[in-house]
C-alpha cells in the first residue's frame, strides 16, 4: 500500500516537472517587447547607464507572430511619478536613435533541444547610450509597439545618503563565500566547548553585518560576473554578464551598459582606483569592476577595456566613462598580456600599459623595488590563479 502510494505521487510529481522546463527567450523580457533596463530596477542618481529597447516577431513556435516581421514602429516614453510621459529623445536630450535589426535563435523546451528545432526570433531594436536619471523618484518606461501592445518598467531613482560617510573604500571579496562556507570555516578554525566559540572570526566582531542577495537577474543561479555586477553597481543582471544588461544581439559588447562604483568615483571625484586578486586578473569578479560585456569568457577584450575603456573596443556603443586606467592592477593570469597569446591583435599588454605610464613588475622583488607614485601594473603567475599553483605545489609534494 505504502509503495503504491510513493509510486503513485512520484510519477505525479515527476510529469509537470518535465513539462516544466521551458527555456526564456530572453532573460527579463516575459512579452514580445523588451526594455533594458528592465522592470524593477534601482539606480543610484546620476549614475550613467544604456537603454535598449526590442520588439521580438518569433517566426516560428508557441509565440509565432506576424510571420516573423518585428514591428518597426515602436516607441519609448518616460514617466516620472505621475507627471507626463515624454519622448525618450526629450527626457534625455539625445538624438533618436539609429534602427537595428537582427535574429536570434532559442530552444523553447528540452524536446525542442534533443529534437534540433530551434525558434527563430527577428528583432527591431534601438539603444540610447550614456545616459543619467539625476532626480530621485519613481520614473515609468513605456514601449509601445505594434500599435496597442506596451511593455512597462518600472524604475526607481534612490535619493542620494544625505551625509558623505565613507572617503575610501575597501572591499574585500571572498569568491562564492557563502554562509555556508563562512560557518565551515567557523567550524574548522574555532573551538567550541558545549555550543561556545571560545575564539571568533574577525568577520563575527565586526560592528555590521550585512546581507546581499546577488544571484542572477533572470535564474536562480549565481556566477561571479553577475553577483560582482550586483556588489559594484546595485544592478541585477545574467550568468556571465559584466555590467550590462543582455539583450539578444549576437555581439557581446553592444549591450547596455550601466556604471560600476569604480568608474563614478573615478568620473565624479577623480578618484583612484585599485584592483587586486588571487585570481586571473581578468576573471569575473575583479573584471567586472571596470569592464563591460555579455561574455566574462572575452578576457583579451576585458584586459584591453582595463586600459582604454570600452569605448575604444567600439566606439559605435560609446561609454562615457571608465576607470580611467585604473592606479593599481594586481592578479594573476599573464596569459592575457602576453604577445600575440590571447590578446586582440596580437598587442603586448605588458608594452601598452608601460607606453600609458605603469609600471610593470612580475616578481615580489620587482614589487618590492616599485614607488608608490606610479601607475603599477603586478602580473604574478602564468598561467591563471595564483592560489592555483600554490596548490599544485602542495599536490606534488
Ligand atoms: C500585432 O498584434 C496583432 C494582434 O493584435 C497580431 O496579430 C500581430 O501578429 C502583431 N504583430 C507583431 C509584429 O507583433
Ligand atoms: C523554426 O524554423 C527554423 C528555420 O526554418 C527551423 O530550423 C526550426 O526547426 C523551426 N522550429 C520548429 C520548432 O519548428
Ligand atoms: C562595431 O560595431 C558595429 C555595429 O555592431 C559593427 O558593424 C562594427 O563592425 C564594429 N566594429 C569593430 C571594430 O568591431
Ligand atoms: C590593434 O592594433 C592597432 C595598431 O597597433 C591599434 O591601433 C588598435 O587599437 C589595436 N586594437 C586592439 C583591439 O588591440
Redesign the pocket.
Known amino acids: 500500500m505504502f509503495t503504491k502510494a510513493f509510486a503513485t505521487s512520484f510519477v505525479l510529481g515527476l510529469v509537470p516537472l518535465t513539462i516544466a522546463q521551458t527555456f526564456q527567450r530572453l532573460g527579463t523580457c516575459p512579452t514580445?517587447g523588451c526594455v533594458f533596463p528592465p522592470d524593477q530596477t534601482d539606480f543610484f542618481p546620476g549614475a550613467l547607464f544604456d537603454i535598449r529597447v526590442e520588439?521580438h516577431?518569433p517566426v516560428n513556435g508557441s509565440e509565432a507572430?506576424?510571420k516573423g516581421?518585428?514591428?518597426q514602429d515602436f516607441s519609448l516614453c518616460i514617466q516620472r511619478e505621475s507627471g507626463p510621459c515624454r519622448d525618450v529623445t526629450k527626457v534625455f536630450s539625445v538624438k533618436e536613435a539609429k534602427a537595428e535589426t537582427w535574429s536570434f535563435s532559442y530552444f523553447e523546451d528540452l524536446f525542442a533541444r534533443d529534437a534540433n528545432t530551434p525558434i527563430v526570433v527577428n528583432v527591431a531594436s534601438k539603444a540610447y547610450r550614456g545616459l543619467a536619471l539625476k532626480t530621485p523618484g519613481k520614473y515609468t518606461a513605456r514601449l509601445k509597439y505594434?500599435?496597442?501592445?506596451e511593455t512597462v518598467a518600472h524604475w526607481l531613482v534612490r535619493s542620494p545618503s544625505p551625509r558623505k560617510k565613507a572617503k575610501n573604500v575597501i572591499l574585500f571579496i571572498g569568491d562564492g563565500m557563502t554562509q555556508a562556507m563562512i560557518t565551515a570555516a567557523r567550524l574548522l578554525a574555532h573551538k567550541s566547548i558545549n555550543g561556545k566559540y571560545q575564539t571568533l572570526m574577525q568577520m563575527d566582531q565586526m560592528e555590521a553585518l550585512g546581507h546581499q542577495m546577488t544571484h542572477s537577474i533572470d535564474s536562480f543561479i549565481t556566477d561571479s560576473a553577475n553577483s560582482a555586477t550586483a556588489l559594484y553597481t546595485g544592478h541585477k543582471t545574467s550568468v556571465s554578464a559584466l555590467n550590462v544588461y543582455a539583450d539578444s544581439s549576437p555581439n557581446s559588447f553592444d549591450d547596455p551598459k550601466i556604471e560600476t562604483i569604480a568608474e563614478l568615483f573615478r568620473r565624479r571625484r577623480g578618484g583612484t582606483v585599485g584592483m587586486i586578486s588571487t585570481a586571473f586578473i581578468a576573471d569575473a569578479t575583479p573584471a567586472a569592476l571596470c569592464s563591460h560585456t555579455r561574455d566574462r569568457g572575452q578576457a583579451a577584450s576585458i584586459v584591453y577595456e582595463y586600459l582604454n575603456g570600452a569605448t575604444a573596443l567600439n566606439s559605435s556603443f560609446a561609454w562615457p566613462t571608465s576607470c580611467g586606467g585604473p592606479d593599481v592592477i594586481f592578479g594573476g593570469g599573464a596569459e592575457q598580456f602576453i604577445a600575440g597569446k590571447g590578446s586582440p591583435n596580437g598587442t603586448d599588454f605588458y608594452k601598452a600599459f608601460q607606453a600609458k605610464g605603469y609600471d610593470v613588475v612580475r616578481s615580489n622583488k620587482e614589487l618590492q623595488a616599485s614607488g608608490v607614485n606610479h601607475k603599477t601594473l603586478g602580473i604574478f603567475s602564468s598561467s591563471s590563479h595564483l592560489s592555483r599553483i600554490q596548490g599544485y605545489r602542495a599536490n606534488s609534494h
Open positions: 514580445l520588439v516577431a507572430s506576424n516581421v518585428p514591428n505594434n500599435k496597442s501592445s
